[in-house]
């Protein structure tokens, strides 16, 4: 079992959880995701890591209490427990392996938007910890909406806040904001990280695309397994077939086809979508072709 440490709220439906789970937090890297499950019966809810702490032995999690299982964990306090904390699942950031020559070249601005700031942290945080500096945009509609500021601005070394309805900072999405930082203050950036809502990652990369930035993006799409055997996180990479949970999460922006990812889960979502993609994709909608249904109903 894994007890929580400490909660709070971020925002509105949005809540921070430090878990003890001393492996994981030992062997977890920036990038990696984990999956928690709250009971015997309960749904495996996907979740990238915020943070870490390896002398305490805790991983902190943020997420956005949307539907049945996120609101009924939400309603865990300090001193619950969860069943399962599998992880550390999925690959590491680039970064965390990139030539140190190479990474101290590169002027490096991360993309956040809304929940999507909680795994852009670690990553932010880990280039401040090896002596680099980087630019962090954070964006939401609104200033209630904004998550985990303060910390950023401690590892960051500048960070733009901008709100869709102008309540806060910048007036603007976070595309407006690249504009403004590139066009009319000067910036220049080697390198874009977004994470954010999957529209929001289409047209960044649309953006950066146009203006010659290499982006890099982190999916998340529905996962069942967490181990490339079920399917339910395919995608299309340059062409070839991926699993986010084993092949990423990240994954080269420009090369990502949103359209079909985004299409893909609304079809994911009922029995007869997944006849059809079952169908459509033939040997490859399946990972490891480990046997199992694809039918979470059958879990």
């Not at 001193?79 to 999925?90: C, I, M, Q, S, T």
């Not at 002027?107 to 500096?133: C, H, N, R």
């Not at 200033?143 to 806060?168: C, F, H, P, Q, W």
Request: hydrophobic content about 35%; proline content about 4%; aromatic content about 8%.
């Amino acid at each position: 079992m894994y007890k929580i440490l400490k909660k709070e709220t971020l925002a509105p439906n949005i809540y921070l959880m430090d878990i003890e789970a001393k492996r994981v937090a030992k062997s977890c890297y920036p990038g990696q995701f984990v999956i928690v499950k709250m009971d015997e019966k309960g749904e495996r809810i996907p979740l990238t890591i915020c943070d870490y702490d390896r002398e305490i032995g805790s991983v902190t999690i943020v997420f956005q209490a949307l539907g049945s299982s996120t609101k009924r964990m939400a309603e865990y306090e300090v001193g619950d427990e969860f069943r399962d904390f599998a992880g550390p699942l999925g690959r590491k950031s680039e970064l965390i392996d990139e030539p140190e020559a190479e990474l101290r070249k590169k002027s490096i601005l991360f993309v956040a938007g809304g929940v999507g700031t909680a795994p852009v942290y670690p990553q932010v945080k880990w280039m401040k910890e090896q002596g680099y500096d980087v630019d962090c945009v954070i964006g939401a509609r609104n200033k209630d909406l904004i998550i985990l500021e303060d910390e950023m601005k401690k590892v960051a070394k500048n960070v733009y806040v901008t709100t869709d309805d102008g309540s806060y900072g910048f007036k603007g999405n976070v595309n407006d904001c690249i504009k403004d930082l590139v066009n009319n203050q000067g910036k220049h950036y080697d390198l874009v990280i977004a994470i954010g809502p999957v529209i929001m990652m289409k047209f960044v990369c649309i953006l950066t695309k146009e203006i010659g930035i290499p982006t890099i993006v982190s999916m998340n799409p529905i996962m069942v397994d967490g181990t490339g055997m079920c399917g339910a996180c395919r995608l299309t990479v340059g062409g070839k077939v991926k699993f986010a949970c084993v092949d990423g999460p990240e994954f080269d922006g420009h090369l990502v086809d949103f359209d079909e990812s985004m299409k893909r889960q609304q079809m994911y979502k009922t029995v007869e979508g997944r006849a059809i993609l079952k169908e459509k994709e033939g040997a490859t909608h399946k990972g490891g072709g480990c046997g199992c249904s694809d039918d979470p109903a059958d879990r």
